[in-house]
T-cell receptor
Framework: QSALTQPASVSGSPGQSITISCTGT?????????VSWYQQHPGKAPKLMIY???YRPSGVSNRFSGSKSGNTASLTISGLQAEDEADYYC?????????FGGGTKLTVL | QVQLQESGPGLVKPSGTLSLTCAVS?????????WSWVRQPPGRGLEWIGQ???????NYSPSLKSRVTISVDKSKNQFSLKLTSVTAADTAVYYC??????????????WGQGTMITVSS
C-alpha cells in the first residue's frame, strides 16, 4: 500500500483553471470508482470536495470537478479564486483500506 | 448535524501508548457508516490509520497494524484509538473522521478538529 502520487505544487492566476493529478495503480485508483479529494487550509481539518471520482457534496462550489482515466484521477478547479489557495489531497480505496496522496500545494498567484 | 471531537493527552512518552477518543454527537455511531482515524505529522501529508464499524469490525493500515487497536463504545457513542510503542515519528495531529464507507459512498465527509500529539520525554 504505497501513497498515491500527486505533484508537490501547482499554481495559477485568479480566473484561470488548474488540474491536480493523482496517480495510483490498478489496485487502487484504477480499480475502483472510489476516489475522493480534500481541501485543507493551514491549521484546519480537511474538507471533502469530491467523492466517488466526480461527485460534489452539497455546498461545494461547481468550480470543483473530478475525473479519472486509467490509474490517474484528476481534480480541476476552474475560475481560480484566492480562497482556493490550500493543500489538496486525493484518497482511494484499496483492498478494504484507504490510501492518501502525498498532497499538492495550490498557490494562487 | 453530526460532529466529531477528539480528546486525549497532548504529550506521550517514547515507548508509551497513545490513547485517543472520538466523541460522536448529533448522530448515532451505529449508523451505516464506518469511522476512521487519520494523522498528519507536522508539515507533512495525511496518513490513514484505520477504520471501525459499530459491529466492531476493523481494518488497519499495514504499516501500523502491529501497533494499532481501534475500538467502539456504542453506549457512549464514541470510538477510540490506541497506538503502542510510540516514537517521535508518531508525533502528529490526529483526526477522527466519518468514513470512508458511507453507505454506498466512499469518502471522509465529517472530520474532527484534530488534536496534536507530541511524543517526547
Amino acid at each position: 500500500q504505497s501513497a498515491l502520487t500527486q505533484p508537490a505544487s501547482v499554481s495559477g492566476s485568479p480566473g484561470q483553471s488548474i488540474t491536480i493529478s493523482c496517480t495510483g495503480t490498478s489496485d487502487d485508483v484504477g480499480g475502483y470508482n472510489y476516489v475522493s479529494w480534500y481541501q485543507q487550509h493551514p491549521g484546519k481539518a480537511p474538507k471533502l470536495m469530491i467523492y466517488d471520482v466526480a461527485y460534489r457534496p452539497s455546498g461545494v462550489s461547481n468550480r470543483f470537478s473530478g475525473s479519472k482515466s486509467g490509474n490517474t484521477a484528476s481534480l480541476t478547479i476552474s475560475g481560480l479564486q484566492a480562497e482556493d489557495e490550500a493543500d489538496y489531497y486525493c484518497c482511494s480505496y484499496t483492498s478494504s483500506l484507504a490510501v492518501f496522496g502525498g498532497g499538492t500545494k495550490l498557490t494562487v498567484l | 448535524q453530526v460532529q466529531l471531537q477528539e480528546s486525549g493527552p497532548g504529550l506521550v512518552k517514547p515507548s508509551g501508548t497513545l490513547s485517543l477518543t472520538c466523541a460522536v454527537s448529533g448522530g448515532s455511531i451505529s449508523s451505516t457508516n464506518w469511522w476512521s482515524w487519520v494523522r498528519q505529522p507536522p508539515g507533512r501529508g495525511l496518513e490513514w490509520i484505520g477504520q471501525i464499524y459499530h459491529s466492531g469490525s476493523t481494518n488497519y493500515s499495514p504499516s501500523l497494524k502491529s501497533r494499532v487497536t481501534i475500538s467502539v463504545d456504542k453506549s457512549k457513542n464514541q470510538f477510540s484509538l490506541k497506538l503502542t510503542s510510540v516514537t517521535a515519528a508518531d508525533t502528529a495531529v490526529y483526526y477522527c473522521a466519518r468514513g470512508p464507507f458511507l453507505g454506498a459512498l466512499y469518502a471522509f465527509d465529517i472530520w474532527g478538529q484534530g488534536t496534536m500529539i507530541t511524543v517526547s520525554s
